[in-house]
């Protein structure tokens, strides 16, 4: 039986927040991870630092994937993918459409659903 309950697993997959881990170096890689943050900011995600608390998936660098980083680094996406969280390379932008699509159709949603409504009186 898996520590992870599956109510855990359910409020994750609501979460907004998405974990970024990594510090890219390269001038493409670089220019890669930002667009990925505006990206997640500009879908009503809210892109974090830190792991705290429920995410919706982490989002890390090549080196984090190559094995070319931090014990903490390390120790936080063992942390992710132990709560089963998603760890997506930053190039992967198929996967990290997939994975938060529900979330930002939600969004979508909420937002259509909040805006205000014209009054049509006729002519």
Aim: proline share 4%.
């Amino acid at each position: 039986m898996s520590p992870i309950s599956s109510l855990e697993v359910a409020r994750a997959r609501r979460s907004r927040r998405v974990l970024f881990v990594g510090n890219p170096t390269r001038y493409n890689d670089v220019s890669q991870w930002a667009m990925v943050r505006q990206w997640v900011a500009l879908h009503g995600l809210e892109p974090i630092r830190e792991l705290d608390g429920n995410v919706l998936c982490v989002i890390v660098t090549e080196d984090i994937l190559d094995g070319r980083c931090s014990a903490t680094e390390t120790a936080t996406v063992q942390q992710a993918r132990a709560l089963g969280v998603p760890c997506i390379g930053v190039y992967d932008t198929t996967q990290i459409w997939q994975v938060t699509a529900r979330v930002r159709a939600r969004i979508g949603r909420t937002a259509v659903g909040a805006s205000p409504r014209s009054r049509h009186d006729g002519a």
